[in-house]
């Protein structure tokens, strides 16, 4: 593998930002990995690893070796429900693959952007299913000791939006690749609002679930490589059930969301940015998409800088309204 240099990032990342990297590897296999891993500890740069950059914005240049993981590879384990998929693969190319071959309970997860490798590190979810409930294990590569280490649910320390791999404990380790239990028995996951209304009353199966999915998906969210984006910016706030009725008093409509956890209550942070006047907000060239207050895009000349100082508007004027700190979905490099 030929380690690049001096490479615009434009393309590695679905906001289209354009920073240059001093190095750029193009990791195939695990080899490749060790070799990126020695030349930046050789030289003492700092490394950032990358799946298809679509949670990722970059607001300067980077002085070090960005990795991209490109391993790949999908197989259904013999004998098996489990699906192995290699970091590099595409999330929906492994959601097709699955439904092609009559495995389910990934359906709901259709059209998420990025790779296989990036989706324990935020424990992708949409429409009333997230990662966790699917993971079996994966593969990740220690690049302190240089080991392979295999890892059980509860190791990845998955929650909202969250795991091990984006805590400080978890920086070290690189997944390689992912295991997935899925069901030859379909079971519809529909109670997500706005799910099951849409089938009218019919009980769906998994192709039709899988098409709704996707056609919500399209109808509020910006393809990224029409209008650059990231999909949700902001994470959707978690808060106490009596800051909630609180909020209440004033805000009669406020929506609210049943958590894991009696006590507390997700808010859709796309609300409350709409009640600040997000929608149609600018900042250079970063704007607030149209369709969906939650959905920061590019629109054509946007500086990383743009995007962040847009986005720090929003969440002070959120904070100043509503009393709640917005936290970023979105790994800012
Ligand atoms: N809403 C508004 N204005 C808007 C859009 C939404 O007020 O412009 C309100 C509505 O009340 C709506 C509610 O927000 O019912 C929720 O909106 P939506 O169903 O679009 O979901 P979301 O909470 O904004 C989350 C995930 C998405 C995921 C969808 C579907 C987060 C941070 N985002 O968005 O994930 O696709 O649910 O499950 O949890 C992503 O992570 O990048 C992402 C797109």
New binding site residues.
């Given amino acids: 593998m030929e380690i690049q240099q001096d490479i615009d990032l434009a393309p590695y990342n679905s906001f289209g930002i354009s920073q240059q990297a001093a190095y750029f590897a193009d990791v195939r296999q695990v080899a490749d990995l060790q070799q990126a891993l020695a030349f930046a500890q050789q030289q003492q740069l700092p490394m950032q690893v990358l799946g298809a950059g679509s949670?990722t914005l970059f607001t300067r240049d980077f002085p070090g070796l960005i990795v991209q993981m490109n391993c790949k590879g999908i197989e259904r384990l013999p004998g098996t429900d489990s699906v192995k998929a290699a970091c590099g693969e595409n999330w929906h190319d492994l959601v097709k693959y699955c439904l092609n071959n009559n495995l389910y309970g990934i359906e709901?997860l259709a059209l998420?952007?990025g790779t296989v490798g990036a989706a324990p590190i935020?424990n992708?979810?949409?429409?009333?299913v997230e990662l966790a409930q699917l993971f079996l294990q994966l593969e990740a590569w220690d690049s302190r000791s240089g080991e392979l280490h295999c890892m059980t649910k509860s190791a990845c320390q998955f929650g909202?939006?969250d795991s091990l791999f984006k805590q400080a404990a978890g920086q070290h380790l690189i997944v390689l690749s992912l295991t997935l239990q899925l069901s030859q028995e379909y079971v519809p996951r529909i109670d997500?609002?706005?799910l099951k209304q849409a089938f009218g009353g019919a009980e769906p199966g998994p192709r039709q679930v899988f098409d709704k999915v996707c056609e919500?998906?399209r109808g509020?969210?910006p393809d990224p490589g029409i209008l650059g984006n990231?999909?949700?910016?902001?994470?959707?706030p978690v808060i106490a059930v009596s800051q909630y009725q609180a909020l209440q008093q004033q805000y009669p409509d406020l929506?609210a969301?049943d958590t894991e956890e009696a006590a507390s209550v997700?808010l859709?942070?796309?609300?409350?940015?709409?009640?600040i006047g997000a929608?149609g907000r600018r900042r250079g060239g970063a704007a607030v998409?149209a369709?969906?207050?939650?959905?920061l895009v590019n629109t054509g000349s946007a500086s990383g800088e743009d995007i962040l100082l847009l986005a720090q508007e929003l969440s002070d004027a959120v904070l100043q309204t509503f009393g709640i700190s917005l936290q970023t979905?979105?790994r800012i490099v």
């Fill in positions: 949670n709901n998420i952007p935020q992708i979810g949409a429409y009333g909202y939006r997500y609002h706005g919500i998906r509020k969210l990231a999909g949700s910016f902001f994470k959707n929506p969301y997700k859709p942070a796309a609300w409350l940015l709409e009640q929608k998409h369709e969906h207050a939650l959905v979905e979105v």
